[in-house]
């Protein structure tokens, strides 16, 4: 028989992945609030949960669920600041205000099966439970979304972008491959 870790070990363990989907699904201002409630709600289901059960995949159904809750929310009340507030400062580094823009402008499902695959880390069959639908169904969307954010996604500065592993500007152009005379 498996024994559960403590809830304290499973907020430690699984924290900053239900965090980036949070900042994913709604954005860094309200992502600490779902973040907060979703492990509030977990606390108090947390004792009947099977041993043996994926825990981070039941986290990230949560955290989907009170994100949603908290879209709705902030959709129905009237923002009535003249300026909208700073985002709080965190020890956690800053999100990618491009990436953040890309993602909200896939359509939903696609940004979802992102989020949740590849922010999550969860496996298709566990992003499939969470958005209702087939493995293969989750797949696509997710891959069709990573398409769209290649396409519109703005890495690039100027005609060079900057190579991770070397830190030096490369071509983004293909190099022309032309056979020489009398070649094979």
């Not at 949560?62 to 009340?77: E, F, L, N, S, W």
């Not at 009535?80 to 990618?96: H, I, R, V």
Request: charged share 25%; with cysteine.
């Amino acid at each position: 028989m498996t024994t559960k870790q403590p809830f304290e070990t499973v907020v430690v363990q699984h924290g900053p992945t239900v965090l980036r989907v949070c900042r994913a699904v709604l954005g860094v201002v309200d992502a600490d609030d779902a973040w907060s409630e979703t492990f509030l709600s977990a606390l108090k289901a947390y004792p009947d949960l099977p041993a043996e059960a994926n825990v981070e995949a039941w986290l990230v159904t949560i955290a989907h669920r009170k994100a949603v809750d908290i879209g709705r929310a902030r959709a129905r009340r009237a923002v009535l600041t003249a300026e909208p507030p700073e985002p709080a400062a965190s020890g956690d580094p800053e999100p990618d205000a491009d990436l953040a823009d890309a993602l909200t402008r896939l359509p939903a499902k696609q940004k979802h099966a992102v989020i949740y695959h590849y922010l999550g880390g969860l496996p298709y069959n566990d992003v499939a439970a969470v958005l209702g639908g087939s493995p293969e169904a989750a797949r696509r969307a997710a891959a069709d979304g990573v398409a769209a954010l290649r396409r519109t996604y703005p890495r690039r500065t100027g005609s060079a972008r900057t190579a991770p592993e070397t830190g030096r500007a490369e071509a983004t152009t293909p190099k022309r491959v032309t056979k020489k005379a009398g070649s094979r």
